[in-house]
């Protein structure tokens, strides 16, 4: 069973696989042992998936940690995903100030922060959000959900030695070949990979995965 506190252990580097957008690769990444998937909330996202046609996330529960992805939307949605029991995290991975995470703080609801990392003074206000996890992606202004380039990973392994009790979740452009650097690198509690494990926008690749969970010496 998969639960917040396996996936952000710091002890171990976990896997989550974003943009999964059917349930028969969400399954099969079950089976794998992913430890979470994301799906994407955000209509303007190439894997989008809307809330009426997300009912197979149910199926889910339990198996696999299911991270709902949203960019600058307000606490409506993403609470009535968590309490209908589609969700168990949420990500907020647009322009969220630490205020709009109140709600999910006062409802004791886990969320992952999104920072994308361009220089040291990005990071100045991560820990202000109250945030399970702050996952650092590479700065791009007005692109969201990631953009599949790497960023220097120093910055990240530098806020991971200035906050040793938080966890970190490394994105951008993290491929099998450079996961394990990666890993090795900057001591993440989880890799987030989209693009570097698709044959296309939402479709997985599965021998990429596999490769991934090699990688990382499963």
């Known amino acids: 069973m998969s639960s917040i506190e396996n996936f952000l252990d710091l002890e171990t580097v976990s896997l989550k696989i974003c943009g999964v957008t059917t349930l028969d690769d969400a399954q099969l990444l079950a089976k794998m042992g992913v430890d979470a998937l ?12 809307a809330p009426d046609h997300a009912s197979w996330l149910l199926e889910l529960e339990g198996k696999i940690l299911r991270v709902g992805v949203f960019v600058n939307q307000s606490c409506e949605l993403p609470l009535r995903l968590i309490h209908d029991g589609y969700l168990d995290v949420i990500q907020l991975h647009g322009d969220e100030q630490p205020d709009d995470t109140k709600e999910f703080r006062a409802a004791g609801i886990p969320f992952i922060k999104a920072i994308g990392v361009k220089t040291r003074a990005d990071l100045r206000h991560a820990t202000e959000f109250g945030a399970a996890a702050i996952l650092l992606d590479a700065h791009a202004p007005g692109i969201y959900g990631g953009t599949g380039e790497v960023f220097d990973w120093e910055v990240a392994s530098d806020f991971r030695r200035q906050h040793p009790d938080l966890p970190i979740i490394l994105a951008g452009g993290i491929t099998p070949e ?6 090795m690198s900057v001591l993440p509690a ?18 990429k995965v596999a490769a991934f969970l090699s990688a990382l010496h499963r």
């Open 38 to 49: 994301g799906v994407n909330f955000w209509p303007n996202s190439k894997r989008y998936i």
């Open 178 to 183: 450079n996961a394990g650097l990666a890993a």
């Open 190 to 207: 989880a890799l987030d990979i989209a693009s570097g494990a698709e044959i296309s926008p939402g479709i997985k690749d599965f021998q």
